[in-house]
């Protein structure tokens, strides 16, 4: 079983960057594949990125595309989000999650999840 504790959100303007952290703990983490969804207040968490267990396959929702960036540290038990050009439509709460079926994109394919971390975009 691992555990998740993502970070590094906070408040930028449109067009700046962040970079989210995943840290995984309890072990197995390199044998999970790691995603990164995101959620507003009222609506239904959604897809943003995956990356494979070793990091040479990668899924994105297409609305983050050519902005977005994931990686992962299996050594370092670490996976990121590299946010760049954002926009206030990223605006949410991000969460990182670890499943086993590659590169999903529904919530029910993740068995264990972040505590959340919040990103704002100023227009």
């Known amino acids: 079983q691992v555990q998740l504790r993502d970070s590094g959100g906070g408040l930028v303007q449109a067009g700046g960057s962040l970079r989210l952290s995943c840290a995984g703990s309890?072990?197995?983490?390199?044998?999970?594949?790691i995603a990164w969804f995101r959620q507003v207040p009222g609506l239904d968490r959604e897809f943003v990125a995956a990356?494979?267990?070793?990091?040479?396959?990668?899924n994105y929702r297409d609305s983050v595309k050519m902005r977005f960036t994931v990686s992962r540290d299996n050594n370092e038990n670490m996976a990121f989000l590299q946010m760049n050009n954002l926009k206030p439509e990223d605006t949410a709460v991000y969460y990182c999650?670890?499943?086993?079926?590659?590169?999903?994109?529904?919530?029910?394919?993740?068995?264990?999840w972040g505590q959340g971390t919040q990103v704002t975009v100023s227009s």
């Open positions: 309890g072990g197995g983490f390199s044998s999970y594949i």
């Open positions: 999650a670890a499943g086993r079926t590659p590169l999903a994109v529904l919530t029910a394919m993740y068995d264990y």
């Open positions: 990356i494979s267990w070793g990091g040479g396959g990668t």
